[in-house]
Nanobody, 129 residues
């Protein structure tokens, strides 16, 4: 059974840190780009970061996350991590990971949701004082 499972969310104060995990099973996890998306209350789901397949492991970030978030892949554990530092209230939302079977030609479009076809159930991140 193909599955994507996110974990690591929680309640954190502004300026704090969290590390989210995305574990894949039932398919060749390393063959896919993995994207992290955030859906804030009442807003569209938006791309936060992406790491391409194990062939080149390029990383991509949205402008507001550059310098604060780091995406990485552990091939031995079939897991992608999202290290989030210096969190702000605007980072609150449900975080989803998803697989994308796209190559270098589409890297510049990594945040398009229609490029991803396998989604996890999400993990809640709440930034509050």
């Amino acid at each position: 059974q193909e599955q994507m499972v996110e974990s690591g969310g929680g309640l954190v104060q502004p300026g704090g840190s969290l590390r989210l995990s995305c574990a894949g099973s039932g398919f060749r996890f390393d063959d896919y780009s993995i994207g992290w998306f955030r859906q804030a209350p009442g807003k569209e789901r938006e791309g936060v970061a992406c790491i391409s397949s194990s062939l080149d492991e390029k990383t991509f970030y949205s402008d507001s996350e550059k310098g604060r978030f780091t995406i990485s892949r552990d091939m031995d554990k079939n897991t992608v991590y999202l290290q989030m530092n210096n969190l702000t209230f605007e980072d609150t939302g449900v975080y989803y990971c998803a697989t994308g079977a796209f190559n270098g030609h589409f890297y510049s479009m990594w945040s398009r949701r229609d490029l991803y076809d396998r989604w996890g159930q999400g993990t809640q991140v709440t930034v509050s004082s």
